[in-house]
């Protein structure tokens, strides 16, 4: 293990095998979560490798990420390390915006997340879980990796962009965000402009997405000016959202804040669908016991947007296990601007650092006996232990949206069927193919309606 010297700090452990020709981008683009613990385990909590030419230090336990988000913008910056981005959700917008341009579009998004707008997202949920299932049948098998990306993608679509947009439009959206889905391969890191077939096609897709999202703006103007209501959905709270300086936002602007709501919000929701319907089944010991809690919740006679809502222990604890285990997001980056000094060690500028839940999820002194999964695990004492949403300021803002969708699937389908393992519990492996972390292809379950309700 070689090291690097900063004067007057501790030298940073750097992580061994770097290839002469882009350090270790090659083994990390193969399998980054096994070359992240690899890391860790050489390193400790602050270690170097080389992304290709970014040198990048990777931080591992509460300390490290209190450090980390606490650090103000000026001196770790995300939009610096996430320009690849930016063809994406569009120039201006994010990551493509100057800071002050962006903290207002996140505060514009966190109004449409804001917990008085949950329970009309849970009717729309609701509406869209109860749809899916409706013809499944008594028994049967289902992809649920694929089931739920297409669950989620309605939902997202819907509270977004209302019914009528979601009801016309889905197949043509759906392929149209794929399109640009695919504009993010792990080479994008290193430049999201290239020549390339693929990310040629993602900015047409965004164009085209534009134009549709354009001709919904003005549908919606046209219906409010014949004296018709406006739709309680986040596209309303875009199209009147204006910055401090009184200007409305563009509709170029809009279209990249629907696209990085939909892309916050989609995969990482599913995904954690996906871990925790497949945890639900590996662990059968606790099913009649979630099927009691959820049987409770409905014996009052409320409806499932309200159940959504609702305190449900275990199943909350399923998911915080499959969050834990399985986090969605694991390259949580930032440039650094100004020197960070953490416990003696200096990171200089230039250089990216990054956390990885997965690997800091596992540290056994905050997580016992910490691969074994346990719903009814205490949460660690230090908050900073537990990251799958980020924290600090940037921390996620769809998290209780996350919660409720997620929620709500489960209820309704915990209320009519059980679950089981198609295959055997290890062939549901994580792979991370595009920078978010998914179980492995198939991810089938067979499911059966219960008699017992
Ligand atoms: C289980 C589901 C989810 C997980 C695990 C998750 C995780 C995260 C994480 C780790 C971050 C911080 C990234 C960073 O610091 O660089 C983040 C940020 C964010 N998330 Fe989520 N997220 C989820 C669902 C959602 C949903 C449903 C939405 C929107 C409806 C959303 C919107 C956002 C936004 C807008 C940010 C950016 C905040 C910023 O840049 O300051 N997320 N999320």
């Known amino acids: 293990?070689?090291?690097?010297?900063?004067?007057?700090?501790?030298?940073?452990?750097?992580?061994?095998?770097?290839?002469?020709?882009?350090?270790?981008?090659?083994?990390?683009?193969?399998?980054?979560?096994?070359?992240?613990?690899?890391?860790?385990?050489?390193?400790?909590?602050?270690?170097?490798?080389?992304?290709?030419?970014?040198?990048?230090?990777?931080?591992?336990?509460?300390?490290?990420?209190?450090?980390?988000?606490?650090?103000?913008?000026?001196?770790?910056?995300?939009?610096?390390?996430?320009?690849?981005?930016?063809?994406?959700?569009?120039?201006?917008?994010?990551?493509?915006?100057?800071?002050?341009?962006?903290?207002?579009?996140?505060?514009?998004?966190?109004?449409?997340?804001?917990?008085?707008?949950?329970?009309?997202?849970?009717?729309?949920?609701?509406?869209?879980?109860?749809?899916?299932?409706?013809?499944?049948?008594?028994?049967?098998?289902?992809?649920?990796?694929?089931?739920?990306?297409?669950?989620?993608?309605?939902?997202?679509?819907?509270?977004?962009?209302?019914?009528?947009?979601?009801?016309?439009?889905?197949?043509?959206?759906?392929?149209?965000?794929?399109?640009?889905?695919?504009?993010?391969?792990?080479?994008?890191?290193?430049?999201?402009?290239?020549?390339?077939?693929?990310?040629?096609?993602?900015?047409?897709?965004?164009?085209?997405?534009?134009e549709l999202i354009t001709d919904e703006i003005h549908r919606r103007r046209d219906l409010e000016a014949a004296g018709g209501e406006a739709l309680d959905d986040m596209l309303n709270i875009y199209m009147s959202a204006h910055y401090e300086d009184g200007r409305k936002l563009s509709e170029h602007e809009i279209t990249g804040l629907v696209i990085w709501f939909m892309f916050a919000g989609h995969h990482t929701s599913s995904n954690t669908s996906a871990w925790t319907l497949v945890e639900i089944a590996r662990h059968p010991q606790y099913q009649a016991e979630l099927v009691a809690e959820i049987d409770r919740l409905f014996d009052d006679g409320q409806e499932l947007s309200f159940n959504a809502l609702r305190e449900i222990p275990l199943l909350e604890g399923f998911i915080r296990e499959a969050l834990r285990l399985h986090p969605p997001l694991n390259a949580i980056s930032r440039r650094v601007l100004k020197p960070f000094e953490f416990k003696g060690f200096t990171v200089e500028p230039g250089k990216n650092v990054m956390l990885c839940p997965w690997v800091a999820h596992k540290l056994p002194e905050h997580f016992p006996d910490p691969e074994r999964f346990n719903p009814k695990r205490p949460a660690p004492d230090n908050v900073f232990a537990a990251i799958p949403f980020g924290g600090g300021r940037r921390k996620c803002v769809g998290n209780a949206f996350a919660l409720l969708q997620v929620k709500a699937i489960f209820c309704e389908l915990l209320r009519h069927f059980e679950f089981e393992l198609s295959l055997t519990p290890e062939q549901y492996q994580e792979i991370m193919p595009a920078l978010i972390l998914r179980p492995s292809d198939p991810c089938k379950l067979r499911y059966r309606r219960r008699t017992s309700i």
């Not at 939009?79 to 990551?95: D, H, K, L, W």
């Open 1 to 210: 293990m070689a090291t690097t010297q900063q004067a007057d700090s501790k030298t940073i452990p750097l992580a061994s095998g770097a290839a002469a020709e882009g350090g270790h981008f090659a083994e990390f683009i193969a399998k980054p979560l096994d070359f992240l613990k690899r890391v860790y385990e050489e390193c400790g909590e602050v270690g170097e490798f080389d992304m290709g030419g970014l040198p990048t230090v990777l931080m591992v336990g509460p300390d490290a990420h209190e450090a980390f988000f606490r650090a103000p913008d000026e001196q770790l910056n995300a939009a610096e390390a996430y320009q690849m981005m930016v063809p994406v959700f569009g120039e201006g917008v994010q990551y493509g915006a100057e800071p002050h341009i962006e903290r207002q579009q996140l505060k514009i998004q966190y109004q449409g997340l804001k917990y008085d707008k949950m329970s009309n997202y849970a009717e729309v949920v609701a509406r869209e879980v109860i749809d899916f299932t409706k013809d499944w049948g008594d028994e049967g098998e289902l992809d649920f990796y694929e089931a739920f990306t297409s669950l989620t993608l309605r939902t997202s679509t819907h509270c977004l962009l209302g019914s009528e947009f979601r009801y016309r439009l889905t197949d043509e959206f759906a392929e149209l965000y794929h399109d640009l889905e695919n504009g993010i391969d792990p080479s994008a890191l290193l430049d999201p402009n290239q020549q390339k077939d693929t990310f040629k096609k993602r900015d047409l897709a965004r164009e085209r997405l534009q």
